[in-house]
């Protein structure tokens, strides 16, 4: 019995898919080859398809490329997207449980560049890829490396959208924001984020004004008297660093506190707004939102 037309048809279009789906398998086993943040060259058969991630921001980068289902374990600060919290939990990203990696089998582990656990991991035969964001560009780096490692065309547009967020955040203000004086406070030590911060470089595209200059560094540790002479507009600070702030010498007289123009941030969102990943748009509307609700009129200086 001849096959008819139609199943002729079916047949043809099956085997269309099976060599489809063959050329795919192809592209994705090329070799891939990149430089990680420490200038060394990282060389791989094919993308790897078993990760653990040590760092928050490029388990975020990884899921916001598309890639969440190739995470087989991340440190204990990894949380977003939602899915990452039923992966094993391997510790702290600087010195994690190096146990915990090896039995997960790893092609790869992504780290930081400051991490302890690099050598380690490396002297036991695993692949690290040390990456680093700590700028708006480093974001845009990371994302190009990682697209690479993980042979995603055109990992850019993700960078693009974050772009495009954080410019719609920025219009959205009106222009009496561009004279307030901010100072984002990263912990209570006080540690604040500096000018060149990716924190920094967000508020200056909203258009604040950080009191922290570019020359004490990117997040100092600062003599809490700095913020008194400083009198800024307006403090952000989480809800974990937030206990006490009007009780340290002198802080009563600074603007922002005596006016309470203090916009404190709960755990999830301090968790968008300290990584550099690509929730950074969603950073941005955060501080804007905060500059819309508490920003002085005009900010005006006493």
């Known amino acids: ?8 048809i079916v047949a043809v279009v099956a085997v269309l898919l099976v060599l489809l789906l063959a050329m795919a398998t192809l592209a994705n086993a090329q070799p891939v080859q990149l430089t990680d943040d420490r200038g ?6 094919q993308p790897p398809q078993r990760i653990v991630s040590l760092l928050p921001s490029l388990t975020e980068t990884v899921c916001a490329l598309g890639q969440c289902q190739r995470l087989v374990g991340v440190d204990r600060y990894s949380n977003w997207p939602d ?3 039923a992966l094993p939990k391997v510790g702290g990203g600087i010195d994690p449980s190096i146990e915990a990696i090896v039995a997960l089998r790893p092609d790869v582990v992504l780290a930081a560049t400051s991490s302890r656990a690099i050598a380690r991991l490396e002297s036991l035969g695993l692949t690290v890829v040390a990456l680093e964001p700590k700028t708006h560009a480093d974001v845009q780096r990371v994302l190009g490396k990682l697209g690479q490692l993980l042979a995603v065309p055109d990992a850019q547009q993700v960078w ?21 004086r901010v100072y984002y406070e990263v912990s209570p030590t006080p540690y604040g984020a500096g000018t060149t911060s990716f924190i920094g470089e967000t508020l200056a595209r909203l258009g604040a004004q950080n009191i922290v200059p570019a020359q004490l560094g990117p997040f100092p540790k600062l003599n809490p008297e700095f913020v008194v002479r400083a009198n800024p507009d307006l403090i952000m600070v989480g809800a974990r660093s937030a206990g ?3 009780d340290r010498p002198g802080w ?10 203090i916009c404190v941030f709960d755990a999830a969102q301090s968790d968008v707004l300290i990584r550099p990943g690509p929730r950074m748009a969603e950073a941005a509307r ?4 905060c500059l ?9 200086r006493p």
Do not use: F, Y
């Open 1 to 8: 019995m001849k096959p008819t037309p139609v199943l002729r």
């Open 40 to 45: 060394r060259a990282v060389h791989l058969a």
């Open 83 to 85: 899915s990452v919290e």
């Open 160 to 180: 693009r959208a974050i772009d495009a967020g954080v410019a719609a955040a920025a219009q959205s203000l009106p222009s009496t924001v561009r004279s307030t």
């Open 244 to 246: 006490g702030m009007a």
């Open 252 to 261: 009563q007289g600074i603007r922002a506190v005596r006016e309470q123009r």
């Open 286 to 289: 955060l501080m804007a939102q």
């Open 292 to 300: 819309a609700r508490k920003a002085p009129p005009g900010a005006v």
